[in-house]
């Protein structure tokens, strides 16, 4: 069976900095992308950066240049740090692994 479990989030004031962790337990393929997605209230949910393979990475506007992940295949996980951040960036943020979701980890910007 396969589990996802996020870390890291938390309350942060405007313009600080989060580092999220996602470590996928039970079957693990590198060749298959893992993805950060993020929910704000009363929004649909938005993929906001993606890994594959190691090599190809896709952020969403929003976030290029304010964001970075990251994957360590030995660790089986996903990382994204958050630089800059901005009340807008507050969300529950989903790590992804194929069909397989975490349960999430809230962050908060606000002073």
């Known amino acids: 069976q396969v589990q996802v479990v996020e870390s890291g989030g938390g309350l942060v004031q405007p313009g600080g900095s989060l580092r999220l962790s996602c470590a996928v337990s039970?079957?693990?393929?590198?060749?298959?992308?893992m993805a950060w997605y993020r929910q704000a209230p009363g929004k649909q949910r938005e993929l906001v950066a993606r890994?594959?393979?190691?090599?190809?990475?896709n952020y969403a506007d929003s976030v290029k240049g304010q964001f970075t992940i990251t994957k360590d295949n030995a660790k089986n996980s996903v990382y994204l740090q958050m630089y800059s951040l901005k009340p807008e960036d507050t969300a529950v943020y989903y790590c992804?692994?194929?069909?397989?979701w975490g349960q999430g980890t809230q962050v908060t910007v606000s002073s």
């Open positions: 992804n692994y194929s069909v397989f």
């Open positions: 890994i594959i393979a190691g090599s190809t990475i």
């Open positions: 039970g079957m693990f393929s590198e060749t298959i992308a």
